[in-house]
């Protein structure tokens, strides 16, 4: 195992403590955080593993981890402000519209969109059919035939 997966693993594990803790504190001894402790350990974990996805998108320039990141701090933060400006929720629901949409931004502007480079082929690994083709053909030619082994005679 990685040194990499080792740390993503043992952070995992502590978010999903902490959420629990908090739970259970909230549970038994009234903190009165949010709305309920249940939904205080969702939060908690979505904030979470929203920093935690928003760190691996950087590090690994990939749109699909800022994307999910996008998704789990939205949904906290909507749980956030829904408590907070409870009787005007539409306020909460665009903050979390605008806090989508820069992630949307980043995601283009910092890792450029590589399922368009895909869908229009004009990604640097696409190769088309001629071109692997000939690579085929290539490696065929390159190829040396084995000798077959010699048949010793039972006599």
Request: charged share 15%.
């Amino acid at each position: 195992m990685s040194k990499n997966r080792k740390i993503l693993g043992i952070s995992s594990i502590a978010i999903f403590v902490v959420a629990l803790a908090v739970m259970l504190m909230d549970w038994f001894i009234p903190l009165n955080l949010l709305f309920h402790p249940a939904a205080n350990f969702a939060a908690i974990l979505f904030l979470g593993f929203g920093i935690m996805t928003l760190v691996l998108a950087f590090r690994n320039k990939s749109p699909w981890f800022l994307f999910l990141s996008a998704i789990l701090v939205g949904l906290c933060l909507l749980y956030v402000l829904l408590y907070v400006l409870l009787p005007d929720w539409w306020i909460a629901v665009v903050v979390v519209v605008a806090v989508w949409a820069i992630y949307a931004i980043l995601s283009v502007t910092l890792f450029g969109n590589k399922t368009e480079a895909i869908a229009l082929n004009k990604s640097p690994e696409y190769k088309n059919y001629e071109q692997r083709k000939a690579e085929k053909e290539e490696a065929e030619a390159n190829k040396e035939e084995e000798p077959l082994p010699e048949l010793k005679s039972f006599k």
